[in-house]
Nanobody, 121 residues
Framework: QVQLVESGGGLVQAGDSLRLSCAAS????????MGWYRQAPGKQRELVAS????????YADSSVKGRFTISRDNAKNTVYLQMNSLKPEDTAVYYC??????????????WGQGTQVTVSS
């Protein structure tokens, strides 16, 4: 059984920084891509950033480029999202995603439970 456990969310003021972490646990042989998504109230879940096992990054929206940085530690099966210069519009539940996770049972994708990020103006 694979679990993704997120941490690092919270309530901050505009301009502050937060660092989200997501650790995958279980009998994992490899994880291809890890990423962060977010879902604001009344909106669909959207990709924020992703990173491959080889370190290739993708930022889905120009609004986070230059402010957010995704990184990962393959040895720890952990992905991070450093968020700087936070804005009220960054307020959302942030979800970690891991795909393609290869275990003794084959491959699949997994989601974390989500962590709330609230940015006050």
């Amino acid at each position: 059984q694979v679990q993704l456990v997120e941490s690092g969310g919270g309530l901050v003021q505009a301009g502050d920084s937060l660092r989200l972490s997501c650790a995958a646990s279980g009998t994992i042989f490899s994880i291809d891509t890890m990423g962060w998504y977010r879902q604001a109230p009344g909106k669909q879940r959207e990709l924020v950033a992703s990173i491959t096992k080889g370190g290739v990054t993708r930022y889905a929206d120009s609004s986070v480029k230059g402010r957010f940085t995704i990184s990962r530690d393959n040895a720890k099966n952990t992905v991070y999202l450093q968020m700087n210069s936070l804005k009220p519009e960054d307020t959302a539940v942030y979800y970690c995603n891991a795909a393609w996770v290869v275990t003794t049972r084959g491959g699949s994708a997994y989601w974390g439970q989500g962590t709330q990020v609230t940015v006050s103006s």
